[in-house]
């Protein structure tokens, strides 16, 4: 097999997307990566809306924690992360009270979990260490969807769907919710209900956005798609599919040139959101300066 690094690129697209899903492992990662995209892209709009960022970082260090926390206790990685997600975040939804005060909550849990997944680590790479159990951090924190086995892409795969399908089961709900929980709430709207079961879609996306670009790099896929696409329209669904495609084009594209370059794919995926991102913030920012001359 040629080094990714050496691949040769036409200009003919179609010949070139062959040669890359040529590859199995090429196959595996577009497969969970256009899911989980499209999962990451639809909840992160409301992730944004809800001015709920934070709490996805604070997922995303808690999905380092599990995952370690289980190859530690020979369990399988995904088990760990989707069971630790899953649970912070449910256990957040009962937090209640003020955003300042939850802010403070998740803070100091946060805190608490991430020194717990830094004894996790220690205590993994020196029991594994013969049996390259180093590695497992960095694969947790950056992700390695370039190294997904066809069982774990088609898990991650059919677990976004699900995810997906959920999210839209309550979407007009909880985005009455996110602008005006009072009103929300005074209509009959289950608030609470509503926002734990928005808590566990959160976590069980974190869980498979950590494949694609880690823990440490979830914004990338989760919240940048929808902060473009919130600039972009300000018609609620239109922008909530808008995240959803721009995360898609951001995994495929980082993938191809992962494909081609020597560099991670996670890497790409966040650096073509972040470009996107700061291109869209500076015609922002051009079109109301020549409004204001004009």
């Not at 830094?118 to 049996?131: A, D, E, K, P």
């Not at 069982?151 to 996110?178: D, E, K």
């Not at 989760?222 to 018609?235: D, F, G, H, N």
Request: hydrophobic share 60%; glycine share 12%; proline share 3%.
């Amino acid at each position: 097999m040629i080094p990714l690094a050496l691949q040769p690129f036409t200009p003919n697209l179609i010949d070139d997307a062959r040669q890359i899903l040529g590859y199995d492992f090429m196959q595996n990662a577009v497969l969970a990566g256009t899911f989980t995209a499209l999962a990451a892209g639809l909840v992160g709009y409301y992730v944004v809306l809800r001015n709920e960022v934070f709490t996805s970082d604070a997922l995303g260090h808690v999905a380092f924690t599990g995952g370690l926390g289980a190859l530690l206790a020979g369990l399988q990685l995904l088990l760990g992360v989707f069971a630790s997600t899953i649970a912070v975040a449910v256990g957040m939804g009962t937090l209640g009270g003020r955003a300042r005060g939850r802010d403070v909550a998740i803070g100091t849990i946060f805190a608490w979990v991430l020194g717990v997944g830094v004894l996790f680590l220690s205590l993994y790479t020196s029991t594994r260490s013969g049996s390259g159990g180093g590695t497992a951090g960095v694969s947790i924190l950056f992700g390695s969807i370039l190294g997904l086995q066809q069982a774990q892409a088609a898990i991650t795969a059919a677990a976004a769907v699900i995810t997906t399908l959920g999210l839209f089961a309550i979407a007009r709900p909880l985005l009455f919710i996110s602008v005006d929980p009072d009103v929300a709430a005074a209509r009959g709207v289950p608030t609470a209900l509503v926002t734990v079961l928005f808590l566990i879609l959160l976590g069980a996306t974190v869980a498979e956005a950590v494949q694609a670009v880690g823990a440490l790099l979830i914004f990338g896929l989760m919240v940048t798609p929808a902060a473009i696409a919130q600039r972009l329209t300000t018609r609620p669904f239109m922008g909530l599919l808008l995240s959803g495609a721009l995360a898609i084009a951001f995994v495929w594209a980082g993938l191809a040139l992962a494909f081609y370059v020597a560099y991670p794919a996670s890497f790409f995926i966040t650096a073509l959101a972040f470009g996107t991102y700061l291109a869209t913030m500076i015609f922002g920012r051009v079109a109301a300066l020549r409004g204001a001359l004009a």
